[in-house]
C-alpha cells in the first residue's frame, strides 16, 4: 500500500465479516461450474472456495470394498461439524487446513490444504442447504437447477473421465442411490434457495448478477 487511502482500503477488506456464499444443487448440476467463474471474477479480490465433497467423512480405517457401499448422497456421509468449524474460523480470520477427498478411494487423502482467511466464502455442495446451521452461516444461498437427464449425461463423463469410475458402476450408482437421495434430501433444499439458477455454468446473466451483488456488498463494507 503506497497512500492513506490505499490503507484505508486494505483495513476495510481485512477486518469486515467475510461474505458466505452457498451453491448447492444436485450432482453434475454445474455448481462446480459457476463457483469457477464466479471465483475467475474475483480472485484478486480474495475470494475461497470450500467444497463441501472435500469434508466427506474420513473413511481409512474401513476397507476399500466396504468403503464402495457407502451412500455418499445421504446427509450423515459428511463431518459437518468439521466443515462448520473451519468456516467458523474464515469468518473470525482464521486460517484453516481444508482436508482433501480422493474420488477414486473414496476417503481423505492424507493431504491438507492451508486456506487463509479472505473476503468472500464460496461453499459449495449437493447438501450444504440440508443443515440449518450451514445455512445460517451464509448470507446468499443458490440453487443450480438443472434436469435430471443432463445431470446424469454429465456426471457420467465426468466420472468416467475424473473420477475412476465405469459406465455400470455410475449408472448403478445412480439408479440405486443418487436418484432417490436427491428426490429426498437435495431437490427439497431448493425452498431455501434465494436465487435459483437454470442451467448452472453456461448461464452468464445469472453469473453476471451475482458478480454485481457480491462486488455491489463488497464495497459497501459488508454491511447485511
Ligand atoms: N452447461 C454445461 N454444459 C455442458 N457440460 C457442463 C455444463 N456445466 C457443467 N458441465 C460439465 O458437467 C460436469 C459436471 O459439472 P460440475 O460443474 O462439476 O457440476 P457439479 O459440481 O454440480 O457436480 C463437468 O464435467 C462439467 O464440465
Ligand atoms: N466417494 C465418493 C464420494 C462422492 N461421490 C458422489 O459425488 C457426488 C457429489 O459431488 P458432485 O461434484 O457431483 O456434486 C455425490 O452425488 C456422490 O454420489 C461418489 O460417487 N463417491
Known sequence: MTSAAGEEEFYKMST???????????????????????????KEHSVVVIEQDFYYKDQSHLEFEERLSTNYDHPLAFDTDLLIEDIEK???????????????????????????????????GILILEDKRL?????????VDTDADLRIIRRILRDINERGRTIESVIDQYMSVVRPMHNQFIEP?????????????????????MVTKIKTILDSGNDL
Open 135 to 143: 445455512r445460517n452461516l451464509m448470507d446468499i444461498k443458490l440453487f
Open 90 to 124: 474464515l469468518l473470525i480470520r482464521q486460517s484453516i487446513e481444508k482436508p482433501v477427498y480422493d474420488y477414486e478411494l473414496h476417503t481423505r487423502s492424507h493431504k491438507r490444504i492451508a486456506i487463509e482467511p479472505k473476503d468472500v466464502i464460496i461453499l459449495e
Open 16 to 42: 469486515q465479516k467475510p461474505l458466505v456464499i452457498g451453491i448447492a444443487g444436485g450432482s453434475g448440476s454445474g455448481k462446480t461450474s459457476v463457483t469457477k467463474k464466479i471465483h475467475h471474477v474475483f
Open 189 to 209: 433444499t431448493k425452498r431455501y434457495a434465494d436465487i435459483i439458477i437454470p442451467e448452472g455454468g453456461h448461464n452468464e446473466v445469472a453469473i453476471d448478477l
